[in-house]
């Protein structure tokens, strides 16, 4: 069966300092990732995803994540956190013929001043 | 702002009770989606709507239902409420069907069953 392991339940950095969050899918065809945001009392915010391509993918707000097949990886990174960057991230993919998002169980991150 | 509106906000009810979310998707997606957050079981797909039909279903008890309107806009309909039920129900919406687009989400609906 499809699923997306977070393997970190949260994470605290200071601020300025880079970040990592993982995640690990399992998944037997193409995977579709995507991570999202969310803040706290607030929805689901699309950050970056991957369909194909350039391994490495840009997204909003200065993440990138970087797809790699051999690991069933696709970490999330960004160089310098800030303090704004503090909530839950969720790690995605995307199954059941393209019509369900299954999620991980998602990475709160903490930002000290 | 995704352009997914989703009403209400919060709602608060007891045991048993039936309510209903609604939500109207993004100007011109065709697919809904229903997703529901809870601490327990995280964020899990419920079912999913391609233009008024029924597309893909998920862990969708049979106490719910849904269906989505000619006009686009989507009703969540949940009824003999449990404790167990308090979650956040998300809506999302995609321009396809099931060729691997997008999901934007709305905002969400916050359910407290007491």
């Known amino acids: 069966a499809q699923s997306v392991t977070q393997p970190d339940i949260h994470i605290t950095v200071s601020e300025g300092a880079s970040l990592e969050l993982r995640c690990n899918y399992s998944?037997?065809?193409?995977?579709?990732l995507f991570w999202y945001v969310q803040s706290p009392g607030q929805g689901l915010q699309l950050l970056l995803k991957?369909?194909?391509?350039?391994?490495l993918v840009q997204g909003i707000k200065g993440f990138e994540a970087e797809f790699k097949r051999s690991q069933s990886s696709f970490n999330l990174r960004k160089p310098s956190v800030h303090w704004s960057d503090a909530a839950e991230y969720f790690c995605a993919v995307l199954t059941g013929g393209g019509n369900k998002l299954t999620f991980g169980t998602g990475t709160q991150l903490k930002v000290e001043l | 702002d995704s352009g997914v509106t989703q009403t209400p906000k919060h709602l608060i009810t007891a045991t048993g009770q039936r309510v209903t979310l609604r939500c109207s998707p993004r100007?011109?997606?065709?697919?809904v989606y229903w997703y529901q957050q809870s601490l327990d079981q995280g964020l899990q797909f419920l079912i999913q709507y391609y233009n008024g039909e029924e597309r893909a279903k998920g862990n969708i008890l049979e106490r719910f239902s849904a269906q989505q309107f000619p006009d686009l806009h989507s009703e969540l309909n949940l009824s003999s409420l449990e404790l167990g039920d308090s979650a956040l129900y998300f809506c999302?919406?995609?321009?396809?069907?099931?060729?691997?687009?997008?999901?934007?989400f709305g905002p969400g609906t916050r359910l407290t069953v007491l």
């Open positions: 991957y369909f194909s391509g350039d391994t």
């Open positions: 998944y037997g065809a193409t995977p579709y």
């Open positions: 999302a919406s995609s321009s396809a069907g099931g060729s691997y687009n997008e999901q934007f």
């Open positions: 100007s011109g997606d065709l697919s």
